[in-house]
């Protein structure tokens, strides 16, 4: 009996060790792809006429919850709300740049889809 519950422990513990790198790893490499994403979108940001670099530069901190060079400590959740708030950010400043006041293109998409 004691072979039994050895034997089972053990293949219990390998499993879950293998899942636990398994899930480590595609963890890391979700975390990796978002920050990807959010340098990107920042990158696009940037290149717009709309961004200042003194004020723009000034309210990223609060729109990144800090400095973009700690995206990496962040949690994935985190991370995906910051990169939610960057896209919001780059289509405020998108449509700066072709002069609408922000939300006027919301609401032509709304008017498209009723």
């Known amino acids: 009996m004691s072979n039994r ?3 089972t422990l053990g293949l219990a513990s390998i499993i879950l060790t293998g899942l636990g790198f398994s899930l480590y790893s595609w963890y890391a ?4 792809y978002i920050i990807i994403d959010i340098r990107n979108v920042l990158e696009d940001c940037r290149s717009l006429s709309s961004w ?12 990144i919850g800090g400095d973009e060079r700690e995206l990496h400590r ?10 939610c708030n960057m896209r919001r950010y780059y289509q405020i400043h ?21």
């Open 5 to 7: 519950l050895e034997l």
């Open 94 to 114: 998108a449509e700066m740049r072709d002069g609408e006041p922000y939300g006027t293109y919301q609401r032509g998409l709304r008017g498209k889809h009723q």
């Open 52 to 63: 200042d670099d003194c004020r723009s530069e000034l309210k990223l901190g609060s729109w």
């Open 74 to 83: 962040k949690s994935w959740w985190a991370l995906r709300r910051i990169r």
């Open 29 to 32: 490499r979700a975390k990796d």
